[in-house]
């Protein structure tokens, strides 16, 4: 093969790697989050002053995902620093230009940024502490998927938490 098929080649495949890449990580703008490497379990959301539990818990009712905040101790805030997050606070969260992961093998849209909060389940929506005024034992939950709020049963349903520190 000549030097110039094998250079084109090479080329051709970098800008593979960069296409794919592109499409697996979506990156919050520049300065929205303090620096972070992957073993650091919160975040701080410069732009809000909100600091975040980067990995959620698995679905739990509402009262258990109350209860699991209040108990919650991560980097250096003891229990009693974090609670469950407000809808309007859990939706600074959601990326504007959701982009595709491969959890199980197949695409999977994702609607957070997936460097600051890598893993994010989107099978189920996320508790907020915000009461639906429309239905009486509801409380709005945020999709993750979409990026989109949604009522869900405070009684019934199981959502996923991710806590935020007071």
């Given amino acids: 093969m000549s030097a110039a098929r094998l250079a084109l080649r090479v080329v051709g495949a970098a800008a593979g790697v960069v296409a ?30 909100l600091r975040w539990q980067r990995y959620a818990a698995p679905p739990v009712s509402f009262a258990g995902a109350v209860s699991y905040c209040a108990g919650l101790s991560l980097s250096g805030f003891g229990a009693g620093a974090w609670r469950l997050p407000s809808y309007k606070e859990l939706l600074t969260l959601v990326d504007e230009s959701p982009h595709i992961e491969y959890p199980t093998g197949a695409p999977v849209q994702i609607a957070i940024d997936g460097n600051a909060f890598s893993g994010t389940a989107v099978d189920a929506p996320y508790w907020t502490s915000s009461p639906y005024p429309p239905m009486s034992g509801y409380a709005y939950a945020v999709d993750f998927s979409t990026g989109a709020g949604q009522d869900v049963a405070v009684a019934s349903a199981n959502p996923y938490v991710r806590c935020v520190h007071y």
Avoid: E, V
Avoid at 21 to 45: C, H, K, M, T, V
């Fill in 20 to 49: 794919l890449g592109s499409l697996a990580w979506a990156d919050a703008p520049p300065g929205q989050y303090s620096y972070f490497d992957l073993r650091d379990q919160s975040i701080l959301d410069l732009k809000t002053g």
